[in-house]
């Protein structure tokens, strides 16, 4: 996606000013802003900017250089001015268009990001008639930050906490308008390729590898050996590969045909799709632990917060270490407190080492809060909750989960000290997957990145 952005004004044209600053600079400031956000947290997106310090640029000098680079969307900052009493957020799109145009979707989506933000009185969604808007052949959106003239507003535009709250807006906005892939923010997410089906079709499987479990989809179990061979024949022709196992079942032996094994639940359910998408309706996934010798006891990465916790505290705390040697010791907490709570306190645990990276706080909770998967901490300058020990640290990340994971009443051993159980859809997310875009947001790959932790974890 290729995003021109336009700071307005600049250069001779200091555009509104007032209580002793000017528009230029704090539309600069925050376009600034909203480049190193995007660039930092998304892969797909490419950055063009109409200036990137005090320079002079004129209209048709920006909107001749958006049309030529073939910008996706142009987006355009500025700040307002009126008679000082004025006040507020207000953004627009051309004049020209319907509210059921592309352009005025992505106003939706950006405005209710932006006003999310921005602590200013909101004005509305607009229509108009700017060069800007006009004369760009792509998407464009002018958003108005602030009356400038206005003192409240001004002295809100003072605050660098406040520009960058208006930035991460816009950015949270543009993310979500074209759909963005956040960059992983832990280490690189982990290659598992799928093993590789036997070249011979009447071959078993390779073994799968001895650590982690795999999730295979079968499209089809079949009592006699050529209808499995014909549906691997059906599936080779939409390009799904795919081969013929045996499985024995109560004593009498099917022909399963297997298209495809992944290490994790979501890329078995891609492939699942893909085979129904194929016409295949009978297909299944059934997860399978990695050896014989320690089948049922080899763990796999699961799709539900409630379940078991299949690692040892000493495990927990041997992996994060291998990263930082300096952090807490909390797995017993994770341990304990996960199997009171019926909650999976190890993949818990995974979320609070992708929250923390590696608890070494590079986010924007620090340490000393003791808040490990970022309760409250909504904002780049939003710290979020704090915690008087890391046990309630842990109490509270659990009950979190338990909020978005069932509706029933929470267990009453331990005291409430999440402060935010209450604010949770009960039960609106019961798979880790389900979390994306809930616990984070827009996060839309937030759930699998705990998932990938995971996977790391039960590889040892
Ligand atoms: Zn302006």
Redesign the pocket.
């Known amino acids: 996606m290729k995003l021109y952005l336009d700071p307005?004004?600049g250069g001779t044209d200091p555009?509104?000013s007032g209580n002793g600053i000017r528009?230029k600079d704090i539309?600069l400031d925050i376009a600034l802003k909203i480049r190193n956000i995007l660039l930092t947290n998304y892969e797909n997106i490419e950055i063009k900017m109409s200036r990137t310090g005090d320079t002079t640029k004129s209209l048709s000098q920006r909107t001749n250089e958006a049309n030529a680079w073939d910008a996706d969307f142009y987006l355009s900052i500025?700040?307002?001015a009126a008679n000082s009493s004025a006040r507020g957020y207000e953004d627009y799109i051309y004049s020209g268009l319907s509210n059921s145009s592309r352009t005025a979707t992505y106003q939706d989506i950006i405005h209710a990001e932006v006003v999310k933000l921005n602590q200013l009185n909101n004005r509305g969604q607009k229509k108009a008639n700017f060069h800007v808007l006009r004369e760009t052949n792509m998407d464009a959106f002018l958003s108005?930050n602030g009356f400038i003239d206005n003192p409240q507003d001004a002295a809100l535009m003072k605050q660098d906490s406040w520009r960058q709250n208006v930035a991460q807006g816009h950015a949270n906005g543009i993310a979500k308008a074209f759909n963005l892939k956040a960059k992983a923010t832990t280490t690189p997410a982990p290659t598992t390729p799928a093993p590789k089906p036997p070249t011979n079709p009447g071959t078993p499987p390779t073994n799968p590898p001895t650590t982690g479990g795999l999730y295979k989809v079968i499209a089809g179990s079949f009592k006699a050996r050529a209808n499995a061979e014909e549906r691997v024949t059906r599936l080779r022709s939409k390009g799904i590969e795919a081969f013929v196992v045996t499985a024995t079942i109560s004593g009498s032996t099917w022909y399963r045909v297997q298209a495809g094994a992944f290490s994790t639940r979501a890329n078995a359910d891609t492939r699942l799709a893909a085979v129904k998408k194929a016409g295949i309706n009978d297909a299944f996934i059934i997860a399978e632990s990695g050896s014989q010798s320690t089948r049922g006891t080899t763990p796999v990465v699961p799709s539900t917060i409630l379940g078991p916790t299949q690692l040892s505290a000493e495990q927990m705390d041997r992996f994060v270490k291998k990263v930082n040697p300096n952090a807490p010791e909390l797995g017993s907490y994770y341990k304990t407190l996960g199997e009171y709570y019926g909650i999976r306190g190890d993949v818990a645990f995974a979320q609070a080492v992708h929250e923390t990276n590696y608890f070494r706080y590079t986010g924007v909770v620090n340490r000393g809060q003791n808040n490990y998967a970022g309760i409250g901490a909504t904002g780049p300058n939003v710290r979020g909750a704090t915690f008087a020990t890391p046990r309630d640290g842990v109490l509270a990340h659990l009950q979190h989960l338990y909020a978005y994971a069932t509706t029933q009443p929470l267990p009453n051993k331990y005291p409430l000290v999440d402060p935010r159980f209450n604010l949770v859809k009960r039960g609106s997310a019961p798979t880790w997957i389900g979390l994306s875009g809930k616990w984070a947001v827009p996060g839309t790959t937030y759930g699998q990145m705990i998932l990938d932790v995971y996977e790391k974890m039960i590889a040892g």
Do not use: L, Q, V
């Open positions: 307005g004004h555009g509104a528009e539309t500025h700040c307002n108005e």
